[in-house]
């Protein structure tokens, strides 16, 4: 017999599965239970020549932000003979919210250990890629030298706690949000000291807890599956506050942040061999006063590690409990973790605003921001733009904090009002440009990176996201279109790290070289799109979107977006537009073919 169970104040929740073979349990719980909390053979094979790690150790290693990865452009080379290994290795910053040095920090590891690119995350964290075996060791000392941690950003625990990374200080607002991140951020972190003896040596030279060699919170086995929390106010989802497994959207009142309205089970991530996985929205469950965000937020996690379903790990997301029993009963679990009568209901709020944070704002303190535009996260230097170079230059320069925003940019944050020009001539004289300088077509576009290394990807996204947005800035500025604002997001692969479902447009890979196309989400995030059109070729994508944008500007209603156009019209429409436009182009070229006069 498999069992799961857990401690919570002094009773045992048991849910037995009778299971004839041991075997038959599945394999991620096996090694997670198996593993002594987060070791497995990891010890033995880090002191090994080897330039990978065992089967068994990789699922474990994402626990400690560990990602082995396998370049198949490398393999491709060597026609397939050898995988090619490295490691990429994500660091989490709450809300974040950086330093300089730790900026710094990380741009150092990726030209010492790296592929010499930095990327920011769409979960506002860093990851350096192509790191070897033998630099893995290196690497996190000197993260967590700097005061961060990479324990925590991936596997089947809480990840990177997101909040809107704004640095208004004439509030106590986005203090207290920031404050929420850091405080979920470090109690929802493992306590093995298992990441400490791997990688420090047995020290703890980061200011994160380490307890006893137990987890009292997430057990032997973790959490079914990976779990994410983010924190937005109502007129600025930035971070996407309904595709979270916990979602806390700001409750203000008279200037004060009283607390936050909890929603609950939204996810992006999809199977498509499996019909009942899907993206989701988060549903709100209840209003939680600021001093109690902790507690509600640890039952929530409570209830998924008890409830989520560990024999299938297609479905083992916290969307999945929350679409099996509805809000109610979820509700009622939640209170009895908590060990209360009610929990207060929502307030009717709900986010009505978006603002990427771009370009040159005040803080409130006399002092300024300045939200630099990354192109899908990357940072790196070109022969067109030195980004890396100027950036560096920058922070050695002024020396200031930064925030890594969830569109993949970077907020330059305490800057001397006087500091202004100064700035603006290292970045022009680096090739940067400002936001005046991009469209907004590629302003609010984002695509996860995808191949040559992520063990999903089924087809490209960071690599050939910017030319289908020349192709499509080609197409916006023949209509008109120019000053239209959407989303448009790629992925290799379903499970949608760029959040593509809640786009105005959505690409997500289906097959090597075609894509799946989503539409009428929109910038706000309220919204799932519908899938539009399947099996799209990389070279056609904006050639079918090309009579969808005619539509919009013939037929949208004053300020209405395109995502909203979509949702209004709706996928019967679309495609009638659409196969009338083409009739009539055909018609066209035909007339032209026969009498060229």
Known sequence: MFQKFSILDGRTRRRETTVSDPAQIPKAERLKKQSRFLRGTIPQELSQSSDHFGRDSTPILKFHGIYEQDDRDARKRSSGRDKSYSFMVRTKVPGGKITARQFLTELDLAERY?????????????????????????????????????????????????S???????????????????????????????????????????????????????????????????????????????????G?????????????????????GTSPASKDTFPRLADPLAFVPYDEVLEVVTAIVKVQRDYGDRAN?????????????????????VEQYLGRQELEPPYPVEAYGYQDHLGWHPQGDGKFYWGIYLENGRIKDTAEMRLKTGLRRILERFHMPARLTPQQSILLCDLESDWQDE??????????????????????????????????????????????????????????????????????????????????????????????????????????????????PLDEVVAELRPLLVYYKSDACRGESLGDFFDRKGLEDLLGFTASYRQRHRQSAETVGADPR
Not at 124 to 135: A, E, S
């Open 423 to 536: 700035i603006l001539s290292l970045l022009q004289g680096h090739g940067i440009r400002t936001q005046a300088q991009i469209s907004h077509a590629r302003r609010y576009a984002m695509a996860c990176p995808a191949l040559p290394t992520c063990g999903l990807a089924i087809t490209e996204a960071e690599r050939v996201m910017p030319s289908v947005v020349d192709e499509l800035e080609a197409e916006i500025a023949k209509l008109g279109l120019g000053a239209a604002k959407f989303t448009i997001r790629m992925t290799g692969c379903p499970n949608g790290c760029a959040r593509p479902y809640t786009a105005d447009i959505g690409l997500v890979g289906q097959t090597v070289g075609k894509y799946k196309i989503f539409m009428g989400g929109n910038l706000v995030g309220t919204r799932l799109g519908f899938t539009y059109k399947e099996l799209v």
């Open 248 to 268: 806390l959207l700001a409750i203000v009142d008279r200037g004060e942040l009283i607390g936050y309205n909890a929603l609950v089970g939204g996810g992006m």
């Open 114 to 162: 790296g592929n010499g690119t930095l990327r920011v995350t769409t979960r506002q964290g860093f990851q350096l890629h192509g790191v070897l075996k033998g630099g893995l060791k290196p690497v996190l000392r000197s993260v967590n030298e700097a005061l961060m941690t990479t324990l925590g950003a991936c596997g089947d625990v809480e990840r990177n706690v997101m």
């Open 313 to 333: 790990r297609r479905r083992a997301r916290l969307k999945y409990v929350v679409h099996d029993w509805g809000v109610p009963r979820f509700k009622s679990e």
């Open 164 to 246: 809107c990374p704004a640095p208004h200080h004439d509030d106590r607002v986005h203090d207290r949000m920031q404050a929420t991140a850091d405080a979920i951020s470090r109690h929802l972190l493992p306590q093995s000291r298992a990441y400490y003896e791997l990688w420090l040596n047995g020290e703890q030279v980061s200011k994160q807890p380490v307890g006893p060699d137990v987890e009292p919170l997430y057990g032997d086995t973790y959490l079914p599956r990976k779990f994410k929390t983010g924190i937005a106010l109502p007129e600025d989802n930035c971070i996407d506050v309904y595709t979270q497994d916990i």
